[in-house]
């Protein structure tokens, strides 16, 4: 026997029928009628114009709430002062005319005080007049010294002094020192020497080929003269600029407030003297580029003393980076 089977339905929930749609236009077509009917009446009706005194009438009062003011109750009458003894009235004295006040001197006026100059200004004037004694002092120096450098002496020449004595040449006496002689006056020889120095530890040897009193031409060798001194130390020079570098930096900070893009590193070439004054001071490089501040910095280098020592005179280049900090 045979059995029907239903075919699945495959519509889904949300999808209309032909009925639906149907439906939906009679009942939107029907809503569209009707309102177009009463917005057809609604817009013939006329409405009387409202009355402008009912309407006054019937405007809403403002209404304001006044506070009834608390009477303050006055304070109570103060009790009765006792009546006081009235004194016997006194025969009143006539009074003595005033004598007329003698007019004061006017008092001198007081002379105006001088402005005092401003701390800056004497600050710039004693380096300047520093600067301007120690390049005097400079100058003196130069004059008492009179120095040879015999560093690139060689062993066999000999320095002869600058004394007002009879001068002789020693190459002469070299020269003979292989004839005989009958004998030499050693009191016209010159045996002083000027003012030598020397460069690093070295040493000087003089020989002077002399012939003897008999006249044998034998060689005489004079004494060694061995001078050696040394120079000073790095750390020392070091030490000394460090304790002077807040002055040094003082012209420094002065100078960056008109000009504060001033930086770089400047190289100074310092000569020492043994007495421990700073005889020269230049500028090797700088990157500065303000003529008037290295002159001022150089001014105040030349004022340190590195104090006495047996030592050499010494020239060392020394550096300082200025940044504004």
């Known amino acids: ?3 029907l089977i239903a075919a699945p339905n495959l519509q889904l929930p949300w999808s ?4 639906d749609d149907s439906r939906f236009w009679v009942i939107g077509l029907v809503l569209f009628v009707l309102f177009f009917i009463l917005s057809v009446i609604i817009t013939r009706i006329e409405v009387p114009e409202p009355d402008r005194d009912e309407l006054e009438e019937k405007a809403i009062e403002l209404a304001q709430v006044i506070l009834e003011k608390q009477e303050i109750p006055e304070p109570p009458p103060p009790p009765p002062k006792e009546e006081e003894k009235k004194e016997e009235e ?3 004295e006539e009074p003595e005319p005033e004598k007329e006040p003698e007019p004061e001197p006017e008092p001198e006026p007081k002379p105006e005080p001088k402005p005092e100059p401003e701390e800056v200004k004497l600050v710039e004037a004693k380096e300047a007049a520093a600067a301007e004694l120690n390049q005097f002092a400079d100058m003196l120096s130069d004059m008492r010294e009179d120095t040879v450098d015999l560093s690139d002496a060689t062993t066999d020449q000999l320095v002869q002094g600058t004394g007002e004595e009879e001068k002789l040449d020693r190459a002469l006496i070299g020269a003979s020192a292989s004839s005989k002689s009958a004998g030499i006056n050693t009191e016209n020889l010159s045996r002083d020497v000027g003012g030598t ?3 690093g530890k070295e040493s000087t040897r003089v020989t002077s080929k002399i012939a003897t009193a ?3 031409g034998d060689k005489a060798t004079a004494e060694e003269v061995v001078r050696e001194k040394s120079r000073r130390s790095d750390e020392e020079i070091r030490s000394v600029m460090d304790k ?8 420094y900070n002065k100078a960056l407030r008109k000009n504060p ?3 770089g590193k400047v190289v100074f070439k310092i000569v020492i003297d043994p007495t421990g004054k700073v005889v020269d001071a230049e500028i090797v490089s700088s ?9 001022k910095l150089l001014g105040r280098i030349r004022l340190i003393n590195f104090g006495t020592r047996d030592v050499l005179r010494t020239t060392v280049n020394y550096s300082l980076d200025f940044l504004p900090y």
């Open 287 to 295: 990157e500065l580029n303000d003529a008037d501040l290295e002159k």
């Open 90 to 92: 006194k025969p009143k």
């Open 1 to 3: 026997m045979a059995k």
């Open 261 to 263: 893009t001033l930086e």
């Open 197 to 199: 120095t020397l460069s």
């Open 16 to 19: 209309s029928s032909k009925q």
């Open 244 to 251: 002077n570098k807040a002055l040094i930096f003082n012209v």
């Open 214 to 216: 008999t006249g044998t």
